[in-house]
């Protein structure tokens, strides 16, 4: 790519040279990862007109495809072109915030980047094979690991990911499909209790109430600790288990409030893995390399994210709805099979140790006191 000044020119010579009355480039900013140029609209036209009149600027400007994103809150569109060469952003303990905040990567100006539990929706992270997903989520579990304070449950229905944690980390793993299903029932009873515990203290929201408590130092909601439930290649599991689907489903719709979020992670977008429901619930998205445009629509509802690079280069998609491109960071396989970090956590749904210690001494009496406040399906 040039890489210099002129580039704003040049582009500014395609688009008037392919006749292109429609748009005007007018910024540019090179950033870590891509030059980011501003399209002014000169008339009302629809996206895929000015997508067309793209196609041959990669042989003119001799640079990767661009991406073509609009600012819901400015109305202003913008093209994204990737620098040459991948920037390596590497995951290091120190990047790990207060548990609110589970680090991802780095953004254009180099910043980190974190999904903000306190968003309140689930997650879903879709891509092509090889395009950084699983990567990804172990930064997003490294990351949990390091700063301590939430549960940690990975199911992995292909195993080799989850295998690191295996016995070393707080972090509990399933993959028989048996497994996953024992797991999601164990959840929806630690939803069933942590329902009992939030009407007991009068808590609306867990994650709210937690956090509040952890950033005052007080620790008072210790009880209602946030569990992160991530599912790596959800698409042979659906398609395996209706029960675990569903269970995924129900999980998804009613446990927010009782602090749990769901990470979704598939490289089959398709509309059959990515129905309405899920579609609904899971409203912040992490799009990496697609292998189609039609994949990205579903995934961010606009084309682009096939033209993203691989290997943890991505697009979040936070509920608001704007598009912030990342670089997800990278973690060493020697990082992710260290054995300790600085707050262990012996997490098991079935230990109900001295966290859930009012779930012990007094649920029986507070599930009798209990109607309203607890969503019928949890009994079931
Ligand atoms: N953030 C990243 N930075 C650098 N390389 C990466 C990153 N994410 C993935 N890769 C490379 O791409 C390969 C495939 O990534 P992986 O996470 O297994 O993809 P997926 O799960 O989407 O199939 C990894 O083995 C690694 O070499
Ligand atoms: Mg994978």
């Not at 001295?354 to 009994?379: H, M």
């Amino acid at each position: 790519m040039d890489d210099n000044d002129d580039m704003l020119e040049k582009i500014q010579e395609y688009l008037e040279s392919t006749n292109n009355e429609l748009v005007k480039a007018t910024k540019l900013k090179h950033g870590i990862l891509h030059s980011e140029i501003t399209l002014e609209l000169q008339s009302f036209c629809d996206v895929s007109k000015i997508e067309k009149s793209l196609v041959g600027l990669p042989f003119y400007v001799k640079c990767h495809t661009p991406i073509l994103t609009s600012s819901p809150t400015t109305g202003s569109f913008r093209l994204l072109i990737p620098n040459d060469e991948i920037k390596t952003v590497k995951f290091n303990k120190s990047k790990a915030r207060d548990s609110s905040k589970i680090f991802i990567g780095a953004k254009d100006d180099g910043s980190d980047l974190y999904l903000n539990l306190t968003w309140g929706s689930h997650v879903l992270l879709a891509g092509a094979t090889g395009s950084g997903k699983s990567m990804l989520i172990h930064t997003m579990i490294q990351s949990l690991l390091s700063s301590g304070g939430t549960n940690i449950i990975f199911l992995d229905p292909k195993r080799v990911e989850s295998q690191v944690y295996e016995g070393i980390y707080g972090v509990q793993t399933a993959h028989s499909i048996n497994q996953i299903n024992h797991t999601l029932k164990e959840v929806k009873t630690w939803v069933n209790n942590r329902y009992a515990v939030m009407a007991k203290t009068n808590t609306r929201d867990a994650i709210d109430a937690w956090y509040k408590s952890y950033a005052s130092g007080r620790w008072d909601y210790e009880d209602v600790r946030p569990t992160i439930l991530i599912i790596d290649e959800i698409a042979d599991l659906f398609n395996d288990s209706k029960e675990a689907k569903n269970s995924i489903l129900v999980l998804s719709s009613k446990a927010r409030a009782a602090g749990l979020r769901i990470i979704l992670a598939t490289q089959r977008p398709d509309s059959k893995i990515i129905d309405g429901a899920i579609k609904a619930n899971f409203t912040t998205r992490i799009c990496l390399k697609t292998s189609s445009r039609v994949d990205s629509r579903i995934v961010l509802g606009v084309a682009g994210a096939e033209h993203l690079l691989g290997r943890g280069h991505g697009l979040l998609m936070p509920p608001t709805g704007e598009l912030i491109p990342f670089q997800g960071a990278y973690v060493d396989p020697i990082t992710m099979s260290m054995r300790s970090h600085d707050k262990p956590i012996s997490f098991r749904l079935n230990e109900e140790k001295g966290n859930n210690r009012i779930i012990n001494e007094d649920l029986a009496n507070v599930a009798q006191s209990l109607t309203d406040d607890i969503p019928d399906w949890i009994d079931e």
